[in-house]
């Protein structure tokens, strides 16, 4: 059975930085696609970092670019995601989700792109 377990969450001030971390296990397959995704409180769920092990390609939402990074270790089925200046705007329930298939470009497509998904941790920025 394929799980996704997230880490790494927290309340952090505005500027700060958080280090998120995800593992995968139980993937019986190669040329997936992994990422992060958020949900802030009465808003869709949007994609924020999306890695391709089939292409090697990265997809980062305008909104973190600059600002977020990710890390993969294709051996280890893991991405972590390196969160720096972060804003009030950062506040929500990050998942980390992954999909059989595809490109990085699934990040767009929202959850609709993902067939597994983490339990999400919870990233508060205050002020």
């Known amino acids: 059975e394929l799980q996704l377990v997230e880490s790494g969450g927290g309340v952090v001030q505005t500027g700060g930085s958080l280090r998120l971390s995800c593992a995968a296990s139980g993937v019986t397959f190669d040329g997936y696609t992994i990422g992060w995704f958020r949900q802030a409180p009465g808003k869709a769920r949007e994609g924020v970092v999306c890695y391709s092990k089939r292409d090697d390609t990265t997809y980062y939402a305008d909104s973190v670019k600059g600002r977020f990074t990710i890390s993969n270790d294709n051996a280890k089925d893991t991405i972590d995601l390196q969160m720096n200046s972060l804003n009030i705007e950062d506040t929500a329930v990050y998942y980390c989700?992954?999909?059989?298939?595809?490109?990085?470009?699934?990040?767009?497509?929202?959850?609709?792109?993902?067939?597994?998904w983490g339990k999400g941790t919870l990233v508060t920025v205050s002020s």
């Open positions: 989700g992954l999909a059989p298939y595809g490109s990085a470009n699934l990040c767009q497509r929202g959850p609709h792109g993902m067939a597994y």
